[in-house]
Protein backbone atom coordinates (compact mmCIF):
# COMPACT_ATOMS: atom_id res chain seq x y z
CA UNK A 1 0.00 0.00 0.00
CA UNK A 2 1.56 3.36 -0.68
CA UNK A 3 1.71 5.49 1.97
CA UNK A 4 -0.06 9.08 2.33
CA UNK A 5 2.74 10.44 4.50
CA UNK A 6 4.94 13.09 3.81
CA UNK A 7 7.04 15.68 5.24
CA UNK A 8 7.81 19.31 5.93
CA UNK A 9 10.82 20.12 7.63
CA UNK A 10 12.01 23.80 8.65
CA UNK A 11 15.84 24.33 8.95
CA UNK A 12 16.15 27.72 10.88
CA UNK A 13 19.78 28.73 11.21
CA UNK A 14 21.00 32.22 13.18
CA UNK A 15 24.72 31.69 12.53
CA UNK A 16 27.07 28.88 10.89
CA UNK A 17 28.13 25.74 12.07
CA UNK A 18 30.41 23.33 10.43
CA UNK A 19 27.62 20.79 10.19
CA UNK A 20 24.97 22.77 8.15
CA UNK A 21 26.50 20.52 5.12
CA UNK A 22 25.84 17.89 7.08
CA UNK A 23 22.45 19.00 8.32
CA UNK A 24 21.45 18.85 4.48
CA UNK A 25 22.49 16.61 3.28
CA UNK A 26 20.77 14.19 6.17
CA UNK A 27 17.49 15.29 4.90
CA UNK A 28 18.54 15.07 1.04
CA UNK A 29 19.32 11.43 1.77
CA UNK A 30 15.95 10.20 3.54
CA UNK A 31 14.28 9.17 0.43
CA UNK A 32 10.50 9.95 1.17
CA UNK A 33 8.21 12.94 0.15
CA UNK A 34 10.05 15.87 1.61
CA UNK A 35 9.77 19.95 2.14
CA UNK A 36 12.16 21.75 3.27
CA UNK A 37 12.29 25.17 4.62
CA UNK A 38 15.35 26.80 5.11
CA UNK A 39 15.14 30.01 7.29
CA UNK A 40 18.58 31.70 7.40
CA UNK A 41 19.39 34.44 9.30
CA UNK A 42 23.01 34.46 9.76
CA UNK A 43 23.84 37.19 7.27
CA UNK A 44 26.75 34.29 6.41
CA UNK A 45 27.63 33.50 3.29
CA UNK A 46 29.11 30.49 3.84
CA UNK A 47 25.04 29.31 4.39
CA UNK A 48 24.48 30.36 0.94
CA UNK A 49 26.84 28.37 -0.68
CA UNK A 50 26.08 25.25 1.46
CA UNK A 51 22.61 26.02 0.12
CA UNK A 52 23.59 25.68 -3.66
CA UNK A 53 26.08 23.07 -3.18
CA UNK A 54 23.74 20.36 -1.47
CA UNK A 55 21.51 18.36 -3.17
CA UNK A 56 18.09 19.47 -1.61
CA UNK A 57 15.70 20.94 -3.85
CA UNK A 58 14.49 23.51 -1.13
CA UNK A 59 10.09 23.85 -1.00
CA UNK A 60 11.24 27.77 0.08
CA UNK A 61 14.15 29.59 1.28
CA UNK A 62 14.73 32.67 2.80
CA UNK A 63 18.02 34.48 3.61
CA UNK A 64 17.21 37.50 6.15
CA UNK A 65 16.93 38.59 9.49
CA UNK A 66 13.31 37.41 11.32
CA UNK A 67 12.22 37.94 14.95
CA UNK A 68 14.02 34.38 16.34
CA UNK A 69 14.06 30.82 16.07
CA UNK A 70 10.52 30.24 16.57
CA UNK A 71 9.23 32.64 14.49
CA UNK A 72 11.51 31.21 11.56
CA UNK A 73 10.04 27.68 12.19
CA UNK A 74 6.71 28.42 12.31
CA UNK A 75 7.58 30.73 8.85
CA UNK A 76 9.06 27.19 7.59
CA UNK A 77 6.18 25.04 8.42
CA UNK A 78 3.44 27.35 6.73
CA UNK A 79 5.97 28.15 3.85
CA UNK A 80 5.57 24.17 2.97
CA UNK A 81 3.69 20.86 3.02
CA UNK A 82 3.78 17.78 3.97
CA UNK A 83 1.35 15.78 6.75
CA UNK A 84 3.97 15.61 9.08
CA UNK A 85 6.40 18.30 10.77
CA UNK A 86 9.25 18.77 11.94
CA UNK A 87 12.05 21.05 12.41
CA UNK A 88 15.84 20.65 12.15
CA UNK A 89 18.71 22.63 13.50
CA UNK A 90 21.63 23.35 11.32
CA UNK A 91 23.81 21.82 14.10
CA UNK A 92 22.06 18.75 13.73
CA UNK A 93 20.92 15.77 11.09
CA UNK A 94 19.12 12.83 10.62
CA UNK A 95 20.46 9.26 10.84
CA UNK A 96 19.80 6.91 7.45
CA UNK A 97 16.75 6.01 6.87
CA UNK A 98 15.03 7.93 9.78
CA UNK A 99 11.89 9.09 8.08
CA UNK A 100 11.18 6.12 6.41
CA UNK A 101 10.77 4.40 10.20
CA UNK A 102 9.05 7.12 11.38
CA UNK A 103 6.48 6.69 8.07
CA UNK A 104 6.40 3.07 8.76
CA UNK A 105 5.50 3.90 12.04
CA UNK A 106 2.18 6.79 11.34
CA UNK A 107 1.04 4.02 7.98
CA UNK A 108 0.57 1.30 11.17
CA UNK A 109 -0.66 3.70 13.70
CA UNK A 110 -3.25 5.68 11.81
CA UNK A 111 -4.84 7.11 15.72
CA UNK A 112 -1.34 8.41 16.80
CA UNK A 113 -0.58 12.37 16.23
CA UNK A 114 3.32 12.10 17.17
CA UNK A 115 5.91 10.29 17.24
CA UNK A 116 8.91 10.14 19.19
CA UNK A 117 12.30 8.76 19.27
CA UNK A 118 16.23 8.74 20.71
CA UNK A 119 19.18 10.96 19.54
CA UNK A 120 22.52 10.61 20.09
CA UNK A 121 24.68 12.99 21.19
CA UNK A 122 28.14 13.57 18.72
CA UNK A 123 30.91 16.22 19.52
CA UNK A 124 32.47 18.44 17.16
CA UNK A 125 34.32 16.05 15.20
CA UNK A 126 30.73 14.02 14.75
CA UNK A 127 32.21 11.46 17.20
CA UNK A 128 29.27 9.61 19.57
CA UNK A 129 29.43 10.90 23.16
CA UNK A 130 26.74 9.42 24.67
CA UNK A 131 22.72 9.13 23.71
CA UNK A 132 20.22 11.91 24.99
CA UNK A 133 19.22 10.25 28.76
CA UNK A 134 16.23 11.66 29.32
CA UNK A 135 13.57 10.16 27.16
CA UNK A 136 10.68 8.78 28.40
CA UNK A 137 7.00 7.42 27.73
CA UNK A 138 4.49 10.18 27.52
CA UNK A 139 3.00 10.89 31.03
CA UNK A 140 2.21 13.82 32.99
CA UNK A 141 6.29 14.11 33.75
CA UNK A 142 6.05 16.09 30.32
CA UNK A 143 4.93 18.88 32.50
CA UNK A 144 7.75 19.51 35.27
CA UNK A 145 10.77 17.92 32.59
CA UNK A 146 11.16 17.80 28.90
CA UNK A 147 11.39 14.38 28.22
CA UNK A 148 10.64 14.52 24.22
CA UNK A 149 14.08 14.93 22.10
CA UNK A 150 13.05 17.56 19.54
CA UNK A 151 15.10 16.49 16.07
CA UNK A 152 13.25 13.36 16.91
CA UNK A 153 9.73 14.47 17.03
CA UNK A 154 7.60 14.43 14.30
CA UNK A 155 3.96 15.94 14.51
CA UNK A 156 1.20 15.29 12.00
CA UNK A 157 0.06 19.35 11.02
CA UNK A 158 -3.64 18.29 11.85
CA UNK A 159 -2.76 17.83 15.39
CA UNK A 160 -0.04 21.08 14.99
CA UNK A 161 -3.01 23.55 13.85
CA UNK A 162 -5.23 22.39 16.09
CA UNK A 163 -2.99 24.54 18.98
CA UNK A 164 -2.11 26.89 16.34
CA UNK A 165 1.62 25.57 16.07
CA UNK A 166 4.37 26.91 17.65
CA UNK A 167 4.70 29.75 20.38
CA UNK A 168 7.05 32.80 18.51
CA UNK A 169 7.03 34.47 21.87
CA UNK A 170 9.48 32.10 23.32
CA UNK A 171 13.75 31.63 22.06
CA UNK A 172 14.13 28.56 24.35
CA UNK A 173 11.60 26.24 25.64
CA UNK A 174 9.67 26.08 22.69
CA UNK A 175 9.71 22.54 21.37
CA UNK A 176 8.74 21.87 25.30
CA UNK A 177 5.66 24.25 25.12
CA UNK A 178 4.88 22.45 21.97
CA UNK A 179 4.90 19.06 23.58
CA UNK A 180 2.99 20.50 26.72
CA UNK A 181 0.22 22.03 24.50
CA UNK A 182 -0.04 18.93 21.78
CA UNK A 183 -0.61 16.80 25.07
CA UNK A 184 -2.97 18.64 26.66
CA UNK A 185 -5.10 19.19 24.01
CA UNK A 186 -5.38 15.08 23.95
CA UNK A 187 -2.69 14.55 21.18
CA UNK A 188 -1.94 10.55 21.08
CA UNK A 189 1.98 10.34 21.07
CA UNK A 190 3.83 7.14 20.40
CA UNK A 191 8.12 6.66 21.71
CA UNK A 192 10.17 4.08 20.20
CA UNK A 193 14.02 3.47 21.00
CA UNK A 194 14.60 3.76 17.35
CA UNK A 195 17.51 7.08 17.01
CA UNK A 196 15.79 9.38 14.20
CA UNK A 197 18.91 11.72 14.84
CA UNK A 198 22.37 13.29 16.26
CA UNK A 199 22.81 16.30 18.12
CA UNK A 200 25.93 17.88 18.31
CA UNK A 201 26.69 18.77 22.30
CA UNK A 202 28.94 21.89 22.81
CA UNK A 203 29.38 24.91 24.84
CA UNK A 204 28.48 27.05 22.07
CA UNK A 205 24.89 25.80 21.54
CA UNK A 206 21.72 27.16 22.67
CA UNK A 207 21.23 24.39 25.84
CA UNK A 208 24.92 24.28 26.49
CA UNK A 209 24.30 27.75 28.36
CA UNK A 210 23.16 28.30 31.60
CA UNK A 211 21.38 32.02 31.02
CA UNK A 212 18.83 33.82 32.80
CA UNK A 213 16.68 34.05 30.07
CA UNK A 214 16.33 30.39 29.17
CA UNK A 215 15.83 29.56 33.24
CA UNK A 216 13.55 31.91 33.60
CA UNK A 217 11.64 30.40 30.38
CA UNK A 218 11.86 26.70 31.82
CA UNK A 219 10.30 28.11 35.15
CA UNK A 220 7.80 30.55 34.10
CA UNK A 221 6.55 27.24 31.80
CA UNK A 222 6.82 24.77 34.41
CA UNK A 223 5.03 27.14 36.87
CA UNK A 224 2.05 27.24 34.54
CA UNK A 225 1.65 23.51 34.04
CA UNK A 226 2.51 21.79 37.05
CA UNK A 227 2.96 24.45 39.85
CA UNK A 228 5.79 26.88 41.88
CA UNK A 229 7.67 24.10 43.85
CA UNK A 230 8.09 21.74 40.48
CA UNK A 231 9.38 25.02 38.60
CA UNK A 232 12.03 25.14 41.17
CA UNK A 233 13.14 21.74 41.54
CA UNK A 234 12.94 21.68 37.32
CA UNK A 235 14.57 24.75 36.93
CA UNK A 236 17.91 23.98 39.30
CA UNK A 237 17.90 20.44 38.19
CA UNK A 238 18.20 21.84 34.65
CA UNK A 239 21.16 24.20 35.59
CA UNK A 240 22.91 22.05 37.82
CA UNK A 241 22.76 19.19 34.13
CA UNK A 242 23.81 21.91 31.97
CA UNK A 243 27.21 22.84 34.55
CA UNK A 244 27.76 19.57 34.88
CA UNK A 245 27.95 18.82 30.64
CA UNK A 246 29.76 22.19 30.37
CA UNK A 247 32.47 20.43 32.84
CA UNK A 248 32.76 17.59 31.42
CA UNK A 249 33.27 18.80 27.83
CA UNK A 250 35.80 21.12 28.96
Avoid at 211 to 232: I, K, M
Amino acid sequence: MTSTITFAAAVPIGAWHAFIPHAFESLANQGVELDVALLDASGDPRVVEAAEKCPLDFAYRRHGPDQGQSDAIDEGWRKTHGSVVFWLNGDDRLTPGALKRVRDLFDCNPDIDVVYGQSDFIDGQGRRIGQHDQTEEISDLLLRSNIISQPSCFVRRTALDSIEGVNKSLHYVMDWDLWIRLYRNGARFLHTDQTYSEVYIGNDTKTGAVSPDRLTEVFNLVRRHAGYWPALKSTVALAAHTLQSRRQQA
